[in-house]
């Protein structure tokens, strides 16, 4: 098994892969109320704020049902619309999430998934955030990017 562990000041990214699986691991801490955070990782227009998604210029996500269980992540470069990730809420407590996550793209990837945890401490939240079901490491290194850029800029917008 190939893993690595990086410490990025107070927050780790782990990524780790066997002979065919990979996944990413990475907590940071957040200075907000477990509720908002909960809200900014789960309402398609709040996720807009803070998703930075790898070769990307920006983010549109986009609810496909009323409920916003199901949503469209439409990654744009350069006004064009390429690769949308397609995301089924599968739980969402203030404690726990979880996400079924298909990226579609030219190499067809499959589905994998989407754990996050938050642990309210005081006035801080541990998030965690586990995405498993990678074929291959180089998914769970791009992955692994928009996950610690996405929540790097949640953590300034909402500590701001």
């Given at each position: 098994?190939?893993?690595?562990?990086?410490?990025?000041?107070?927050?780790?990214?782990?990524?780790?892969?066997?002979?065919?699986?990979?996944?990413?691991?990475?907590?940071?801490?957040?200075?907000?109320?477990?509720?908002?955070?909960?809200?900014?990782?789960?309402?398609?227009?709040?996720?807009?704020?803070?998703?930075?998604?790898?070769?990307?210029?920006?983010?549109?996500?986009?609810?496909?049902?009323?409920?916003?269980?199901?949503?469209?992540?439409?990654l744009?470069?350069?006004?064009?619309?390429?690769?949308?990730?397609?995301?089924?809420?599968?739980?969402?407590?203030?404690?726990?999430?979880?996400?079924?996550?298909?990226?579609?793209?030219?190499?067809g990837?499959?589905?994998?998934?989407?754990?996050?945890?938050?642990?309210?401490?005081?006035?801080?939240?541990?998030?965690?955030?586990?995405?498993?079901?990678?074929?291959?490491?180089?998914?769970?290194?791009?992955h692994?990017?928009?996950?610690?850029?996405?929540?790097?800029?949640?953590?300034?917008?909402?500590?701001?």
């Amino acid at each position: 098994m190939m893993q690595t562990i990086h410490q990025i000041g107070e927050d780790f990214i782990e990524r780790s892969q066997t002979a065919n699986y990979a996944y990413v691991s990475l907590s940071v801490n957040i200075r907000a109320d477990a509720h908002r955070i909960v809200y900014a990782l789960t309402i398609p227009e709040y996720m807009e704020a803070w998703m930075v998604i790898p070769g990307a210029d920006r983010v549109t996500c986009v609810g496909e049902d009323r409920s916003e269980v199901n949503f469209r992540l439409d990654l744009c470069c350069s006004k064009n619309v390429h690769a949308p990730i397609h995301c089924h809420r599968i739980l969402a407590t203030t404690e726990h999430l979880k996400f079924a996550w298909r990226r579609v793209d030219s190499e067809g990837k499959g589905q994998s998934i989407v754990d996050i945890r938050i642990r309210q401490r005081k006035a801080v939240c541990i998030v965690s955030v586990r995405h498993t079901g990678f074929s291959d490491v180089a998914e769970a290194t791009w992955h692994s990017v928009l996950w610690l850029s996405s929540l790097n800029k949640l953590r300034r917008l909402l500590e701001a």
